[in-house]
């Protein structure tokens, strides 16, 4: 069964801290990754991946796929309470449907 | 304009009712989808449109109904639906199949 895998599912830091979140998968036709931010509402693109062992960076958020072990990680440095969501990880499976992972709830306390 | 916009924002319907959530974007994006969101859970695909064609229908009932008129517009008609078909109903839309998807604010559904 395809399965996408977020670790930790939550996560308490303090402003200024890196944190790295984990996302693992099994799934056929594996196409690209995606991570999502959500807030309270609709999930916001944050990157997506294809190619192994190339780093995407935005401000203080990068990402970075490894195919070999079939898994992604997204470091957020410097944290602020804005980063404060549900970070969602899915897999494009054959340019059909994404598979979400149950994400990751980081909390920032100032 | 860089966005989907879906309305209404909030939508309460008895048993018994008949209503329509709107999708829209002018991105020229050929894709557009349906997920389902539960509470503290992820979103669940329900349908998908390639070329205004339904390419994917996740087994959904057929109280849902989906409808694509033009490649701008997505709906999704709704009847007899139940007290658990309650959640966020988001729509997302790419240029096309297997591009990176954006997701509209979402309708956040009650059925009573």
């Known amino acids: 069964e395809d399965k996408v895998v977020q670790s930790p599912l939550s996560l308490v830091v303090h402003e200024g801290d890196t944190v790295t979140l984990n996302c693992s998968y099994e799934v056929t036709n594996f196409r690209s990754l995606l991570w999502y931010k959500q807030e309270k509402k609709a999930p916001t693109f944050l990157f997506m991946l294809t190619s192994s062992g190339i780093e995407k960076k935005s401000g203080r958020l990068s990402s970075i796929l490894d195919k070999k072990e079939l898994s992604s990680i997204l470091n957020i440095t410097a944290t602020q309470t804005g980063d404060s969501a549900i970070y969602l990880c899915?897999?494009?499976?054959?340019?059909?449907?994404?598979?979400f992972g149950k994400g990751t709830t980081l909390s920032v306390s100032s | 304009d860089t966005e989907v916009t879906q309305t209404p924002k909030h939508l309460v319907m008895g048993m018994t009712n008949k209503k329509s959530l709107k999708c829209e974007q002018h991105?020229?994006?050929?894709?557009m989808y349906w997920y389902k969101q539960k509470a503290k859970k992820p979103p669940e695909l329900m349908f998908v449109y390639s070329y205004e064609k339904l390419s994917i229908n996740e087994s959904v009932p057929s109280r849902f109904s989906p409808e694509c008129p033009n490649s701008s517009l997505l709906n999704l008609h709704l009847h007899a639906l139940q007290p658990e078909d309650s959640a966020l109903y988001l729509c997302?839309?790419?240029?096309?199949?297997?591009?990176?998807?954006?997701f509209g604010p979402g309708t956040r559904l009650t059925v009573l």
């Open positions: 899915a897999v494009d499976q054959a340019g059909t449907a994404l598979i």
């Open positions: 991105m020229g994006h050929r894709a």
């Open positions: 997302a839309s790419s240029r096309g199949q297997g591009n990176e998807q954006f």
